[in-house]
């Protein structure tokens, strides 16, 4: 966790170093300065880090909690036009930690009650806020916790090295964080069902060209690029943007979708094709599904 916050100011440091002279930005405040979840604020932006990289950023129930409160903390900032989301470490997020769902044994269904409810109010949370959310995506995006939060994104910005996982039925469950109704108004009914169903891979490049992401750019470039990002939409009309936010995922509808959402995890969660399928993401193996 030391680490992770030492390399976070390190890039920052390095960042600066690059900025022109007349760039005088004042130091980013630490609103939440350690944990599962980091949140600073500087200037309209505040930036939101998924903090356990050791895991890459897998969700487990202390990480959803605490970004649930980390974006409530969002909610009440009224300076705040933008929010960075990013991961620290190798990957943006991995999706569910496997080994804590794995760990529950017959008692997963009632242990991902509680988990899914979490990220559920979180990606609700999200959706609503006033602010532009802009995604930062490296390495993988996968499942609700990774691929959920980049459909619930309003602009991502992914390097170039970047994958993108639905990964639920890999593992004998459903898709979660709304991304069943999100994706396909992203891409497109046909390719969501294919991405979902046969949990391949999405490279970046691609991920761009059918309309999962906003713009994919070299791997290099991608701090600076969604900082820059970041900038241009917190000088915006802050009234304007929030408006035309509001009226574009109510189009969508996505809160009456997570109910159901939730319950179809939970069902799944009791079955031995569950626990098959995290005994075989941990063991590396081929899953063997009896659909019971």
Same mark, same amino acid.
């Not at 649930?68 to 903390?73: D, E, F, G, H, W």
């Not at 991961?87 to 760990?103: H, T």
């Not at 241009?232 to 159901?260: C, F, H, I, M, Q």
């Given at each position: 966790?030391?680490?992770?916050?030492?390399?976070?100011?390190?890039?920052?440091?390095?960042?600066?170093?690059?900025?022109?002279?007349?760039?005088?930005?004042?130091?980013?405040?630490?609103?939440?300065?350690?944990?599962?979840?980091?949140?600073?604020?500087?200037?309209?932006?505040?930036?939101?880090?998924?903090?356990?990289?050791?895991?890459?950023?897998?969700?487990?129930?202390?990480?959803?909690?605490? !970004?649930?409160? #980390? +974006?409530?903390?969002?909610? @009440?900032?009224?300076? =705040?036009? &933008?929010?960075?989301?990013? *991961?620290?470490? /190798?990957?943006?997020?991995?999706?569910?930690?496997?080994?804590?769902?794995?760990?529950?044994?017959?008692?997963?269904?009632?242990?991902?009650?509680?988990?899914?409810?979490? !990220?559920?109010? #979180? +990606?609700?949370?999200?959706? @609503?806020?006033?602010? =532009?959310? &802009?995604?930062?995506?490296? *390495?993988?995006? /996968?499942?609700?916790?990774?691929?959920?939060?980049?459909?619930?994104?309003?602009?991502?910005?992914?390097?170039?090295?970047?994958?993108?996982?639905?990964?639920?039925?890999?593992?004998?469950? #459903?898709?979660?964080?709304?991304?069943?109704?999100?994706?396909?108004?992203?891409?497109?009914?046909?390719?969501?069902?294919?991405?979902?169903?046969?949990?391949?891979?999405?490279?970046?490049?691609?991920?761009?060209?059918?309309?999962?992401?906003?713009?994919?750019?070299?791997?290099?470039?991608?701090?600076?690029? #969604?900082?820059?990002?970041?900038?241009?939409?917190?000088?915006?009309?802050?009234?304007?943007?929030?408006?035309?936010?509001?009226?574009?995922?109510?189009?969508?509808?996505?809160?009456?979708?997570?109910?159901?959402?939730?319950?179809?995890?939970?069902?799944?969660?009791?079955?031995?094709?569950?626990?098959?399928?995290?005994?075989?993401?941990?063991?590396?193996?081929?899953?063997?599904?009896?659909?019971?």
């Amino acid at each position: 966790m030391t680490h992770s916050t030492s390399e976070a100011s390190a890039q920052a440091s390095a960042a600066s170093s690059q900025a022109p002279a007349a760039n005088n930005a004042p130091a980013p405040e630490s609103w939440i300065g350690e944990g599962p979840v980091l949140l600073d604020y500087a200037e309209g932006v505040a930036t939101l880090t998924l903090n356990r990289p050791g895991s890459a950023n897998g969700m487990n129930i202390e990480l959803m909690q605490a !970004l649930y409160r #980390a +974006i409530m903390v969002v909610h @009440r900032a009224p300076d =705040v036009r &933008v929010l960075h989301l990013r *991961g620290a470490g /190798a990957n943006f997020c991995a999706g569910g930690d496997v080994r804590e769902f794995a760990s529950k044994g017959e008692a997963l269904g009632d242990f991902l009650r509680e988990v899914t409810a979490y !990220l559920q109010v #979180a +990606i609700g949370a999200l959706i @609503r806020l006033k602010a =532009v959310v &802009v995604t930062e995506v490296h *390495g993988y995006a /996968a499942g609700g916790g990774g691929l959920g939060l980049v459909c619930a994104s309003d602009v991502v910005i992914a390097g170039a090295g970047a994958k993108f996982l639905a990964g639920a039925t890999r593992v004998g469950m #459903a898709p979660d964080a709304g991304s069943s109704v999100i994706l396909p108004h992203l891409v497109g009914f046909r390719r969501a069902a294919e991405i979902m169903l046969s949990n391949r891979i999405v490279d970046a490049a691609e991920a761009q060209a059918i309309g999962l992401i906003t713009r994919c750019v070299p791997d290099d470039a991608l701090q600076a690029e #969604a900082k820059k990002a970041a900038r241009l939409y917190a000088s915006g009309a802050p009234l304007a943007l929030a408006a035309t936010k509001r009226l574009l995922w109510n189009a969508l509808d996505v809160e009456r979708a997570l109910p159901e959402e939730a319950r179809t995890v939970s069902e799944l969660s009791f079955t031995a094709d569950s626990r098959e399928g995290l005994a075989a993401v941990i063991g590396k193996r081929k899953p063997v599904f009896t659909g019971r």
